[in-house]
């Protein structure tokens, strides 16, 4: 018997009954691996690369202008990472599912890791989900792709290799309503010599403003590729911020791509 006063169910046309598939045979895997084979010590990872969401979760809730927003992706990432992976002939991985379902680049547990609320957006199709199906995604999308790239580093480091790890990222040039400064940020944790080599390349051009640690900082609270697959195995590694506005074409992004190419040779060889 139903008591009078139980609080009416919330909207659950975005929920997904855990005990089926996340994922449609006919939809896209987890992640993608780009030139794998490629020679470069540089390892790319692209964790931001897309906005889809599973067919099985709908829209999330949200209409299509949110969902090409910002908040579901990093605009320009996915063309800036295929740019590099071609210029340093490097190994790319890249998810294929957008931010909003779950973040790769989030300790698993933490609000940010599937955000019920995206700066001031709230996301309907993850509020009050249930540990059952936080897990799925986690196991679908989060772990294919995290555990990818572990073998890939531990395979390396086992052949005596040294790879540097790259997250490649874009950021919007308003956020809360504040203009951001800055037309690129070189985030990094422990690689501070790596780190402050990329800023001072990219500082030699006229006309930009880098970033050191800006606009955002590496923690590992809040963070999961530079502190996991590169200052928890002793590699150098950094995350490149590049403002999306300035790599939303293709001109844009093969102008960041090439200065990018630049820097990254440079800071590699001086690592030796």
């Not at 969902?67 to 990093?74: C, G, K, Q, S, T």
């Not at 890249?94 to 790769?104: F, G, K």
């Not at 890791?113 to 059952?132: C, K, Q, R, Y």
């Amino acid at each position: 018997m139903t008591s009078h006063n139980a609080v009416p169910r919330p909207e659950n046309r975005w929920r997904h009954d855990p005990a089926l598939p996340l994922l449609a045979i006919d939809e896209p895997p987890p992640y993608n691996v780009f030139n794998p084979d490629g020679a470069s010590p540089y390892l790319l990872l692209c964790e931001h690369a897309s906005n889809r969401i599973p067919r099985a979760l709908g829209d999330l809730g949200l209409p299509e202008a949110e969902r090409r927003r910002h908040i579901a992706w990093d605009i320009g990432v996915s063309a800036l990472s295929l740019h590099l992976s071609r210029t340093l002939d490097a190994p790319l991985f890249m998810t294929n599912y957008s931010r909003l379902v779950i973040d790769c680049n989030r300790p698993l547990g933490v609000p940010s890791a599937i955000p019920e609320t995206s700066e001031t957006t709230e996301i309907p199709g993850n509020l009050g989900l249930t540990e059952a199906e936080k897990a799925q995604r986690i196991e679908t999308l989060f772990t294919p792709y995290a555990e990818a790239i572990a073998r890939r580093l531990d395979l390396l480091q086992q052949h005596g290799e040294r790879p540097i790890v790259i997250g490649i990222h874009s950021f919007t040039p308003v956020y809360f309503g504040k203009q951001r400064p800055w037309h690129a940020g070189i985030l990094y944790g422990a690689a501070t010599e790596f780190g402050r080599t990329l800023i001072r390349e990219l500082r030699t051009e006229a006309g930009l403003t880098i970033g050191d640690n800006e606009p955002y900082t590496i923690h590992p609270d809040e963070d999961y590729t530079v502190p996991v697959h590169a200052d928890a195995r002793g590699l150098p590694g950094a995350l490149i911020e590049v403002r999306h506005d300035l790599i939303d074409t293709l001109s844009g992004v093969g102008a960041w791509g090439d200065r990018l190419t630049r820097c990254f040779e440079i800071a590699s060889r001086e690592l030796g």
